[in-house]
């Protein structure tokens, strides 16, 4: 990743406060006054083009260096990188699968393969995935009602 | 008294001091383990609070914060990696400390002055709150508009780091706050059709991301090798505190009263209280050379500073609902979903809950000695889990706690978004806290400030007529100079130096 110098930010800065402005543009006002819905992002907008522009401004002296791109120490090393990516990928296939698959194997196996991914041993990492799965099932799930999603073949587990 | 008896049922619960005892066991192996801080405890405390009652709910968050923030000190000890931003001013002196076989008593001094400076805010805490209440009932929506603005301002600008990344963040919470339908016209703003968004971002799964999702990515992309744990020197835990408290009255006085001022102040917190009391310590002290070399005067100051900071953070939380830091941020949002609202009425409507958790206070502050002292004698295990086993763990939880909200994957998929937009922010210096508060305090700004418009019908200039108004209105306007100052003091200090 990308560290971004005052000069980046303070361009992404007056940019979304641009983006903002023009969102809330159609936003109405309460009857017979002049406020309303788009008071708050339009005064947020302004102040993100104001900042964005003084840190433009301030940065401009130290402009070679402003524009030079600094690398995260992480990125460089790729196992680092593919952790950060695996623990992302861990979420998204949480989300997309958890219901269709259920907590327990969906749990199991994602602490797994992160665990695997960070370099665990695979004893270790089976066990610890094992008793987290079923400390957190039991404790949300039966001790405090959450309805986490259900596996029909693994249903005698409760 | 007949409140105080209510109070007193309440807590002394086997259920209310059993969920004590769980938190502040939990609190201490956050707070142990470098780079899981005070704030991030009360994240992944709040999905169980959810299923608590207030009383309870708030005892798990109190005992869990101020345990964490003692326990940060032993990695600071121990590895000299501070557990928690509060525990980094004094990490070289605990850790030269242990380095010269001096480890226990470094410890022992930052738990018994932690629990001391706790004490003192608690006790500021229980006499200050019940009459600021009586006056904060006489505020009207220009006041309340100040002391938001005030507190937001803190945030950026007396916080150490840059103040204009601290605006960012800032800008990014109260644009998260205008999302959903949650306005004066009620019409849907940045929903896009969504349902789900149009009730707003939810609080919780958000905070869970910003701290504990981003945290986690921070953790698994660090490049620094870690070090091994020194083995027990032992020195014994309290043998050396009586006389270190007979040698340091005056500091532990004066890191109490820093701590809790600091704490008070909208805005600020521990991490900062804890900074500034190990300078005036080393500012006053008659061994200023010792500083920074394993003397244990820094930390006792600012060990009692950091913790009283902790409930004076509580006192415009529970007083005005504005949070003085980044935890006091997230009880607010625990309070309104239990259907309290903070704020001056809290102590008409609902006084047994106030003292229930003045009460709690105290009980977090004493269960500390001997919770603290297991803790340090049982640390080494704690600290021996690798990170690579543990953050998959802190992973999972965080999931489930942010499906547990509203039982739905949408408060993943915000964890998710609010996770990578943590941790894009702190690889890029942007601080998060300011980001909490204004998610926080955005909608009551709004209002207040939508109201106070209407009221003055756009003049401006009637936000200054009342006269805490204007009293308010200009501590806000200094605190917008102060950077403008600091600049122009250090051009003075670097033409005098030149010349």
Redesign the interface.
């Known amino acids: ?1 990308i ?2 110098s ?1 000069l980046h ?2 361009f992404l ?1 007056a940019l979304g406060g641009m983006i ?1 402005l023009f ?2 543009a159609n ?4 009857p017979g ?5 788009g ?3 339009r005064l ?1 907008g302004w ?2 083009i104001l ?1 964005g522009c ?2 433009v401004a301030t940065s401009l002296k130290n402009l070679p260096e402003m524009l030079r791109p600094h690398l ?3 990125v460089r ?1 790729p196992r ?2 593919i ?2 990516l ?3 990928a ?3 296939c ?2 997309l699968f ?2 269709t698959v259920g907590f327990i194997p969906m ?1 199991f196996i ?2 797994l393969a ?2 695997l991914l ?3 041993s695979l004893v ?2 089976v066990l ?2 094992l008793a ?2 079923l400390v ?1 099932y039991y404790g ?1 799930s039966r001790l ?5 999603p259900r596996t029909e073949f693994l249903s005698f587990l409760g | 008294m007949l409140i105080l008896e209510q109070a007193a049922a309440l807590v002394f619960q086997p259920y209310v001091l059993g969920v004590i005892l769980a938190s502040a066991v939990f609190g201490m192996l956050v707070g142990a383990i470098p780079g899981l801080t005070a704030t991030m405890a009360t994240a992944l405390l709040v999905p ?1 609070t959810f ?1 608590m009652e207030p009383v309870p709910a708030i005892a798990a968050i109190v005992t869990a914060t101020a345990m964490a923030i003692f326990a940060g000190d032993i990695p600071a000890a121990l590895l000299r990696m501070p557990g928690t931003p509060a525990n980094a001013a004094y990490v070289e002196d605990a850790y030269k400390m242990t380095q010269s076989g001096r480890g226990e008593e470094a410890l022992g001094a930052a738990l018994v002055f932690s629990v001391i400076g706790g004490l003192f805010g608690s006790i500021v805490l229980m006499t200050v709150s019940p009459t600021l209440a009586e006056v904060a009932l006489k505020f009207s929506s220009e006041e309340y508009f100040w002391l938001v603005l005030l507190g937001l301002s803190c945030a950026v600008f007396v916080n150490p780091g840059s103040p ?2 601290g ?2 963040s800032l ?1 990014i919470g ?2 998260v706050a ?1 999302i959903g339908m949650e ?5 849907p ?2 929903s896009f059709g969504n349902i789900e968004l149009m009730a707003g971002i939810q609080f919780i799964p958000a905070m869970i991301g910003l701290f504990a ?1 981003s945290e ?2 921070r953790t ?4 620094s090798p870690r070090q091994k744990i020194p083995r027990a020197d032992g020195h014994g835990v309290f043998k050396t505190q009586w006389k270190n408290l007979k040698k340091y009255p005056v500091q532990t006085a004066r890191g109490s009263i820093t701590g809790t001022a600091l704490g008070i102040l909208p805005g600020a917190g521990a991490d900062i209280a804890a900074w500034i009391s190990y300078a005036i310590s080393k500012r006053f002290s008659k061994q200023k050379e010792k500083f920074g070399t394993g003397h244990v005067e820094g930390l006792v100051e600012a060990g009692a500073s950091n913790n009283s900071a902790v409930s004076g953070a509580w006192i415009p939380a529970l007083v005005f609902g504005i949070p003085g830091d980044s935890i006091t941020a997230i009880v607010i949002g625990v309070l309104y979903i239990k259907g309290i609202n903070p704020g001056p009425t809290i102590f008409i409507n609902d006084p047994q809950t106030v003292y229930a958790i003045f009460m709690v206070f105290i009980l977090a502050n004493l269960i500390m000695l001997p919770l603290g002292w297991l803790a340090i004698r049982g640390a080494r295990p704690i600290l021996s889990i ?4 543990l ?3 802190i ?3 965080c ?2 706690g942010s ?2 909200i509203a ?1 739905s ?1 949408a408060g ?2 915000m ?2 978004v609010f ?2 937009i943590g ?2 922010m702190e ?2 210096g ?1 601080p998060i806290a300011p980001a909490i508060l204004g998610m926080v305090l ?1 909608p009551m ?2 209002q207040n ?2 109201t106070s ?2 009221k003055a019908d ?1 003049d401006v200039l009637r936000f200054f007529e009342r006269p805490i108004a204007a009293g308010l209105g200009t501590l806000t306007i200094l605190v917008w100079l102060f950077p403008l100052v600091m600049l122009l003091l250090r051009r003075h200090k670097a033409a005098r130096f030149a010349t």
């Open positions: 990743m560290k971004l005052e930010l303070g800065t903002l969102a809330s936003f109405g006002a309460l006054q002049d406020y309303g819905a008071t708050m992002p947020i102040c993100a900042l003084f840190m995260a120490d992480w090393k680092l990188a952790a950060a695996g623990c992302i861990v979420i998204a949480y989300i958890a219901e749990s994602s602490l992160l665990m960070l370099r665990t270790t990492a610890a995935s987290t799965t957190v949300f405090l009602m959450v309805p986490l | 169980m299923f204009t990344r605006l960012i800008l109260l644009f205008t306005n004066p016209s009620g019409e703003r940045f999702v986690v990515l698994v992309t660090a490049t690798p990170p690579s086993t953050m998959p763990m992973l999972i939880f999931i489930v499906f547990a039982n994957t993943i998929v964890m998710m996770g990578i941790f894009f690889e890029n942007i955005g700004l709004e400030f939508i418009m209407i756009g």
